[in-house]
């Protein structure tokens, strides 16, 4: 799909950033020239899946578009269970309504923020157990996504097994900077939960990046088919809950892949009640159609190299210039070191935001916060909750840009590089939700 592009000026973008309310969610696509905020939802599809569209099959109950996408899902991951949902916080919705009851708790690898939110919904929490190398972006260590085992057993002797519903693994890990986790970790992950007896879900979204990752970086899969690779992982999981906008390559969907029929059945209910009947569960027909052929192609290791590579061009380019990036370069996005980007801008006054308004006022850019503002409140103390890492996500779509884009890209983050010791306050909120603020909150400049 061909779409076009809008250049504008300096002072249009400031006239628009401030109508935003210095928040990048509420600007009009016609204001954004490089929209990197998200790969969520925003590839491109190929020729393939058009033509695919075009078979779907509307029927409300008995769709052969969804037989076709279950036969693509189990063919891939292994699991017989197969629910759709309208994207991935609504399979988090469903699944959790079963399984996350108040005062659970449920250790994962920074979960994020959709999956951390249905689960403070409950009343529960979200217990971080990444390894803490992932939190140092200077540090070079391969899977930066891995679960710590000895935060994991920590977890079970403070809480107990009675309070812990599963165990997510977010694959690729999106909140650590698309960082993967490796099969060996997996595997430990696996070993410990089935001595507790606790189920093992799989954060899905970027799956196929994973295994990627696995293929190139860890040690004895290098000969492995990324087909191989993915059906290995899914068979350290109980299930998944998958959101397809990522590695479907679709533009909205999602699912749930189970393997036990009592959990399917249990969460067929919720599935009926808030997405719909459980062969559209909130997608057309047309869309399953889709997502069954991008599923394919996602899975195949000339896409996932040209992919990748073309993210790593952008944070070699950065690096190179002296840009402090997580290291190694993510799945999905380039991870700016904010707090190293801009030292002057108190932690109170939103560095990451501060960075993200900054690329868009210089370039026309949309990148975004993943950061305090991210973080939200603790639910009980009402304080900011300063994560670990303060970073600014230069998200690529897939099949959408070119290198000349990313060129654009990393010469405006150069320029503010370049007089970052001008910048030294950044902005105060005006208002703000209870739960996942980031997405509405409004925002005031400071000085
Ligand atoms: C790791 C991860 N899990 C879940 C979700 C939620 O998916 P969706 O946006 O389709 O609701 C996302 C979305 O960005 C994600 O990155």
Known sequence: MVEPMYPSTRSDREVWLKEARYNLFNLLSPQVFIDLLTDSGTGAM????????????????????????????????GFPYILPTHQGRAAENVLF???????????????FDTTKGHIEFRKASAFDCTIDEASDTTLYHPFKGNLDISKLENVMDVYGKERIPMIIVTVTCNSTGGQPVSMENMKAVRKFADRHGIPVIFDAARFAENAYFIKTREKGYEERSIREIIREMFSLADGMTMSSKK???????GFIALNSQALYREA?????????YITYGGMSGRDMAALAQGLKEAS??????SRIKQVHYLGELLKE???PVQEPFGGHAIFVDATRFLPHVPREEFIAQTLAAELYLESGVRAVEIGTLLADRDPETRENRYPRLELLRLTIPRRVYTRNHMDYVAAALINIYHRREKITSGYKIRYEAPIMRHFTVELERIG
Request: glycine residues 12%.
């Open 321 to 323: 210039a002296g840009i």
């Open 46 to 77: 190929s020729q393939e899946q058009w033509s695919a569209l075009m078979s779907g099959d509307e029927s409300y109950a008995g769709s052969q578009s969804f037989d076709r996408m279950k036969e693509v899902i189990t063919s891939l991951c």
């Open 268 to 276: 067929t209910t919720f599935n009926i009640m808030f997405e719909g």
């Open 247 to 253: 590695d479907g390559i679709v533009n909205m969907g």
């Open 97 to 111: 309504s079963v399984m996350v009851k108040e005062g659970h708790v449920v250790p994962g690898n920074a979960h």
């Open 300 to 305: 195949t290791f000339g896409f996932l190299e």
